[in-house]
Structure formats: structure tokens, C-alpha cells
């Protein structure tokens, strides 16, 4: 699966998960987070007519008001770049954080555009009483098709429950950057691989 169309289905899941909200019990966990960031963005989408017909200032606007509250991109970055994180100096780590989220926020932006109207089931939440951790399973089910498995994994900071990975039909995000990002930092260095974060963010900005 190519690395920008996953990221697109992760990250619409999210988005489609609204469907499920008003069915869902007023429950404090972390599927709630899950569907209650999707609603606001979903009735976001659904009134803002430039989102809709792709206009990324304002998907931007969107995603950072509604979506990066409820993701701990420190803890992706540093999973996705793996062993190599302790080599970076702590400006490098920050500018890999930064180039990395500018990465999946403007591949999410492209995705808002072509939202349709699929049906996503969420299958449950791995977690017991006390834990910090949880995985919130869901199903997206298209109108013709198969249905994709994407399951989000969190961890709770404070009280607040925030995404750090995600698994598109058991595929893990930020393991499937890690060993590109491994051979980047081989050949060219921790600069390199910010060099490359910024590239592909620009790439995306384009689709």
C-alpha cells in the first residue's frame, strides 16, 4: 500500500467515525475522544464549502483547531524514526516533529476533500480500568468494495487520551516510515532526514 494513500485512509477514518457519534453513549474514554473529534470535523466539512472543493487554507484552519489536540506527534516521530532519535540533537528532534506532522497534516488536508458517505463500525477498545494505554478498533465499510480495519492507538497524558499510531488494515504508520527513514539517516545524516521531511511535505501539497 503506498504510504500517502494510507495515511489518507487513517486519518478519514477519523473523519468518518462521525457517523457513529450520535449513536454512541456519553462514555470518558478514549473512543470517545475518537468520535467526538470526528463529529467536529465532519460538521465542519459538511458546512464550509471551500474545504469541500479542496481549499488546503482552510482544511489547515480545520485540522489545527480540531485534529492535532488529540495527537502526540513527539511520541510518532520519535517511533517512526526509531534508534536514530537519540542521535538528533534536541533542535533536530523538534524540527523532525514539525517536519513529520507537516507531512500527515497536509496529506489529511487532501483527504477532507473526498470524504464520502461510507459507513464506519467501531469494533471496540482495548483497555482496562487504570490503564494509560488503549487501541480503539474500527471498521470502515465503503458502498462497494472491502472494508478496511483501522485501529487507533493511544495513550493517556494526564486526562487527555491522544493518538501516537495508527494501523491501516494491520499495517502500523509510523513503523512503515521506519525503515525509510533509517536509510535516510545512513546516507545523509539526521539533517538529511528533515531535508527529506520537507520535500515530501512539499509533494503532498501538491496532490
Avoid at 473523519?15 to 454512541?24: F, I, P, Y
Avoid at 537519540?86 to 524540527?95: G, L, S, W, Y
Avoid at 493517556?156 to 516510515?177: E, P, Q
Wanted: hydrophobic share 40%; charged share 30%.
Amino acid at each position: 500500500m503506498k504510504r500517502m494513500k494510507m495515511i489518507g485512509r487513517a486519518l478519514t477514518g477519523l473523519l468518518l467515525l462521525s457517523s457513529l457519534w450520535a449513536q454512541a453513549s456519553t462514555v470518558s474514554g478514549p473512543d470517545a475522544v475518537i468520535r467526538k473529534t470526528a463529529d467536529e470535523v465532519i460538521a465542519a466539512v459538511k458546512t464550509d464549502k471551500s474545504i469541500r472543493e479542496g481549499d488546503r487554507s482552510s482544511a489547515y484552519k480545520l485540522i489545527d483547531q480540531k485534529v492535532l489536540p488529540h495527537f502526540d506527534f513527539e511520541r510518532m516521530t520519535r517511533l517512526a524514526v526509531g534508534r536514530n532519535w537519540r542521535q538528533a540533537a534536541p533542535d533536530q528532534q523538534k524540527q523532525l516533529v514539525v517536519g513529520f506532522r507537516d507531512l500527515l497534516v497536509r496529506t489529511y488536508a487532501s483527504s477532507l476533500s473526498q470524504y464520502k458517505d461510507q459507513v464506519v463500525q467501531i469494533k471496540g477498545t482495548d483497555t482496562r480500568p487504570g490503564d494509560s494505554e488503549a487501541v480503539v478498533h474500527t471498521l470502515i465499510v465503503p458502498s462497494g468494495g472491502q472494508s478496511i480495519p483501522i485501529d487507533y492507538s493511544m495513550e493517556k497524558a494526564n486526562s487527555d487520551w491522544k493518538v501516537y499510531d495508527i494501523r491501516v488494515d494491520g499495517v502500523s504508520l509510523v513503523t512503515n516510515y521506519r525503515s525509510e527513514f533509517s536509510d535516510i539517516v545512513r546516507r545523509s545524516g539526521v539533517d538529511g532526514l528533515i531535508k527529506a521531511l520537507e520535500e515530501k511535505s512539499r509533494a503532498a501539497e501538491k496532490k
